[in-house]
């Protein structure tokens, strides 16, 4: 999923229609304040000659990669962090990116000699052994054909180049591109749905049922049939999941991509370490320490706010350990299924 | 119910709780930013808003994992073995072609204008041209300042190649001490290293030879037939070992030893040579390694800068290769495996206060760190200026130092920087 250019900076072209679409090839510039941070990305570009490429036309690049990131608040935003901003890009690879959708030969050779055995490992790395090196070939080689600009529009060869805003390295941003596309492909072509789909369509009906104390049915979809229904049951089993969600949103977002990562995904501590850039011992020790909040934050909800006593509080983990058993060796082999497939 | 139980049961509740999000389908960040993302280039804000949205959204997750996957295939050292022509172009790097070719014309010039160097003693002649071959890199080699057989060029050409397969052909030498210069960088080049200047011949500068041919008493002669009989004692640092002496040969006048390329000490002169060598071994380490570019603290954590990084443990090394290249040793130096942490990069120093902990700083406020020896992340410079030295304690703690001399320490891995007195 890619964002179109933003709309030029308003101090930089006050009269271009307010919903006019830019196109890249439009000269977006940077206010003059700029000035020698543009000569200093200029610089740090080190563009060589033969790619043709000019100063203003990095400049663009510059303009829309600011424009990209402020998302039209660029009136708003300090100079001083634009310019920031501006010096930590990555300034050759912008360059590299804004000579080849420029249609600079050299340049494309240049990007062909450095990343495309690249490119290919990374999808193999990507799509995993079991899709076979055609398959893997195949997703880098249609990337190269966006990259180069096979599609046309307004009498333009439009390039995927043009969305490289120079925030990362461009090796990064090639292989975030190949992994979105793997993962869309094969999101696609699975035959179960998503847990998390069918976990929503779940979780809202436990969620209603809950609250309007409706009796009839019971939390899960296995209840057998004939039991007689247990309108304590799922009381409990709807109020300790409205705490507990409530508790989830009161995380911070790391703490609760870090569960995530464990609970859904079934990440090891190792790969969840390596995710979040963390050492493997932090992310099992942070992972217990939030585990542990939340438990205690429900039970003083549970105690405080819902009035229940401690049985009745047993009772609800009982009832949930029940209606949703987790097997976490399980749910690691499943992870490690798709992680050997290439998320297949 | 016990604690433990109480997780337990709570577990399955996550997973549903967690998975089940509404709302996550929108607002997927773009390629660009998950990169950046990935890469630990987003402000505090940004990342505290991509996390909020991985937290709830499957599919950027999975994309984010298979990221890591291509990123983790990039990192392993077959897949950042540098293009050819960066394997091809360093034989034309100027950091180490222009010395040598210095010190061949000096030599060669201080060959021709020493004519008491041609004459060649009547018991010199007598004794065969013996080029025994050492038997590996770290036997010592003896200098010959003449113009050794044709068999003679060969067999030293193949021996002092043979401990670096790798190495490149050395040029041709005609004047013996070029021979000489030659053998030494031929030694020299044994280091597979894109940075050769760390372990280049250069670093015997012509002064340094002038006053050793001063010491000699042989004689040397461009002539094919004149054996020359001098020798001295020269350490050069090869890939597979640390040092590697030559070994001196003593003075023609008094044992009528002609100079050869010695796989091993025997006989009066050889003994007496060994002698000369040890004595003279030291001061000319010490004078080797004078040069900045591989002075360098054998103590974890200490400053260091050099293109060689010491670590607490004798055989792990980190090497600063050039091209943003960055190379580890398990071996102490024996092999090599390198990655590519950033290709824009200019490095040009480094701390490793750990086996797997190293701080890297460059040019243009470059700080780079990896605790576990493959994945690096950029650290946010106190200044976007030159970095020539770092001087680090832990993966948390370092000192950093500009170009013009300031230092600024962190101890939070770069959150906050504090500017030293």
Request: proline letters at 7%; one cysteine or more.
């Amino acid at each position: 999923m890619t964002s179109r250019p933003a709309q030029p900076l308003a101090a930089a072209d006050a009269r271009r229609p307010e919903n006019a679409p830019s196109p890249p090839s439009a000269e977006l510039r940077l206010p003059a304040a700029f000035a020698s941070t543009i000569d200093q990305c200029w610089r740090k570009a080190a563009a060589p000659a033969d790619w043709d490429l000019s100063r203003v036309q990095f400049e663009t690049a510059l303009a829309r990669s600011v424009a990209h990131r402020f998302s039209g608040a660029a009136t708003q935003t300090e100079t001083r962090t634009m310019r920031s901003y501006l010096e930590t890009l990555h300034h050759p690879d912008l360059a590299l990116a804004c000579a080849c959708s420029a249609g600079s030969e050299a340049a494309w050779e240049f990007f062909v000699a450095q990343f495309r055995q690249e490119l290919y490992r990374a999808a193999r790395a990507i799509a995993g052994s079991a899709s076979g090196d055609s398959n893997s070939r195949e997703i880098a080689d249609s990337l190269y054909a966006d990259l180069y600009g096979l599609r046309e529009s307004d009498g333009r060869r439009k390039s995927l180049f043009d969305y490289f805003h120079g925030r990362s390295k461009l090796a990064t941003w090639l292989r975030a591109i190949l992994a979105q596309r793997h993962v869309d492909a094969i999101r696609r072509s699975r035959k179960l749905e998503p847990l998390e789909d069918e976990s929503r369509a779940e979780l809202s009906g436990i969620v209603e049922q809950a609250a309007a104390n409706a009796s009839a049915g019971s939390c899960s979809s296995r209840a057998a049939a004939g039991d007689p229904p247990d309108p304590d049951r799922a009381r409990y089993c709807g109020m300790l999941q409205a705490v507990l969600s409530a508790a989830l949103a009161a995380l911070e977002p790391r703490e609760r991509l870090r569960m995530a990562y464990y609970y859904v995904d079934g990440r090891t501590l190792a790969e969840i370490g390596r995710l979040l850039g963390e050492h493997e011992a932090t992310a099992s020790r942070k992972l217990e320490r939030t585990r542990r909040s939340l438990r205690e934050c429900v039970d003083a909800t549970l105690h405080r706010d819902k009035q229940l006593s401690e049985a009745q509080v047993q009772l609800c983990y009982e009832y949930a350990r029940d209606e949703w058993p987790f097997d976490l060796d399980a749910t690691l082999r499943s992870a490690g299924a798709i992680s050997s497939d290439g998320g297949s | 119910m016990a604690s433990r139980e109480r997780d337990d049961a709570m577990a399955g509740l996550l997973k549903r709780s967690l998975a089940g999000e509404a709302g996550a389908a929108d607002g997927c960040p773009a390629p660009d930013a998950l990169a950046a993302y990935f890469e630990r280039s987003l402000d505090a804000e940004e990342t505290a808003r991509v996390e909020l949205h991985l937290s709830q959204c499957g599919r950027c997750r999975e994309q984010l994992a298979a990221l890591g996957r291509a990123e983790q295939v990039a990192a392993t050292p077959a897949a950042s073995a540098p293009p050819k022509a960066t394997r091809a172009s360093w034989l034309w790097d100027w950091r180490w072609l222009a010395p040598v070719a210095a010190v061949l014309i000096l030599t060669a010039v201080w060959a021709t204008r020493r004519p008491e160097l041609t004459r060649i003693p009547e018991h010199s002649k007598q004794s065969p041209a013996a080029v025994p071959a050492p038997q590996s890199a770290q036997q010592p080699i003896r200098r010959v300042d003449r113009q050794p057989p044709q068999q003679d060029k060969q067999q030293l050409a193949s021996r002092v190649a043979a401990p670096a397969p790798s190495a490149p052909p050395a040029p041709p030498a005609p004047a013996p001490a070029a021979n000489f210069a030659a053998g030494v960088g031929m030694a020299a080049s044994a280091d597979n290293s894109r940075s050769t200047n760390s372990m280049a011949p250069k670093s015997a500068s012509p002064d340094e030879l002038s006053k050793k041919a001063a010491r000699q008493e042989g004689a040397t002669d461009q002539a094919p037939n004149a054996p020359a009989v001098t020798s001295e004692t020269l350490t050069i640092q090869t890939e597979s070992s640390p040092i590697a002496s030559i070994a001196p040969e003593s003075s023609p006048h008094s044992n009528g030893a002609v100079g050869g390329v010695a796989g091993g000490a025997s006989g009066a002169p050889s003994a007496r040579a060994q002698t000369a060598k040890e004595k003279e071994a030291p001061a000319l380490v010490s004078t080797f390694r004078a040069r900045p570019e591989i002075v360098t603290e054998n103590q974890a954590g200490e400053l260091s800068s050099a293109r060689i990084i010491t670590t607490s443990d004798s055989n792990i090394l980190w090497r600063i290769a050039g091209g943003g290249f960055i190379e580890r040793s398990e071996d102490g130096g024996a092999t090599w495996n390198g990655t590519l942490p950033n290709p824009n990069a200019h490095f040009v120093a480094g701390s490793a206060p750990g086996a797997k902990i190293c701080w890297l700083v460059g040019h243009d406020g470059i700080i780079l760190l990896t605790e576990d020896a493959s994945n690096w992340r950029v650290i946010p410079p106190p200044v976007r200026e030159d970095f020539v030295a770092i001087s680090a304690r832990s993966a948390s703690s370092a000192t950093v130092t500009t170009a013009d001399g300031r230092k600024f320490t962190t101890t939070n891995q770069g959150e906050s920087w504090t500017a030293a007195k």
